[in-house]
Each structure stands twice: as C-alpha cells, then as structure tokens.
C-alpha cells in the first residue's frame, strides 16, 4: 500500500521560511510526477506546485512564485517544497499527492494516493 508523508511544518513569523518534505513509501511511482497543495480553512484545496520526476518544475500558482520552490530527490523518493518570505495567508495544511492520472499537472483530479497533510501556520 502506498503512503506519502509530509513533515516540516509548523510555525513561522511572516517573513520566515519553511522545507516542507513528503517522502513516499510503499510503491515507488517511478516516473511519476508530484505536487503539493493547500486547504486553508474556509478554502477550496488548491494545486500549489508540481514537478515531474525528472526534477523540472511545471507549475506555481500565481500567489507564490518567486517565494516558494518544488524539488525532488529520487533517492529518497521524495519532493520537496521551499517556502520562503512567508505570508499570514499562506496558512494552511499542505499536502503531496502522486500525478497518478494523465492530465493537466495543475488539475487536481491528476492526483491521487494523498498524503494526510501538516500544519503550517504563519503569523503576521
């Protein structure tokens, strides 16, 4: 049975930083992109960033370009998401999931196998 776990969060001043990981187990999904996404209470989940498994990023949403940065490490079987000058609305539990499913990468239906989330706050 395959299992993504994320680590890393918790809580930050505005301005801050976070390296939240997700590690997957159980199945390897060799070739198999990743994302990271976001529900922050009173929101929608949404697609926060992607990345094939070559390690070449293919999408960011709007609100955090140039602050946050997806990578991966094959050897671990695990992405990460950099997260840097955070912002009070940032705040939200953020979760990996596996691009199981053809499909845009910034579609949320792509995805499947999710991992159960962590906490990341940010003050302001």
């Not at 940065?69 to 539990?93: E, G």
């Not at 845009?104 to 159960?116: I, P, R, T, V």
Request: proline residues 3%; aromatic residues 12%; contains cysteine.
């Amino acid at each position: 049975q395959a299992q993504l776990v994320e680590a890393g969060g918790g809580l930050v001043q505005a301005g801050g930083s976070l390296t939240l990981s997700c590690a997957t187990s159980g199945r390897p999904f060799s070739g198999r992109g990743r994302g990271w996404f976001r529900k922050a209470p009173g929101k929608e989940r949404e697609i926060v960033a992607a990345i094939n498994w070559s390690g070449t990023p293919t999408y960011y949403t709007d609100s955090v370009k140039g602050r946050f940065t997806i990578s991966r490490d094959t050897a671990k079987n695990t992405v990460y998401l950099q997260m840097n000058t955070l912002r009070p609305d940032d705040t939200a539990v953020y979760y990996c999931a596996v691009k199981y499913y053809t499909g845009s990468d910034y579609d949320l239906g792509a995805y499947a196998y999710w991992g159960q989330g962590t906490q990341v706050t940010v003050s302001s």
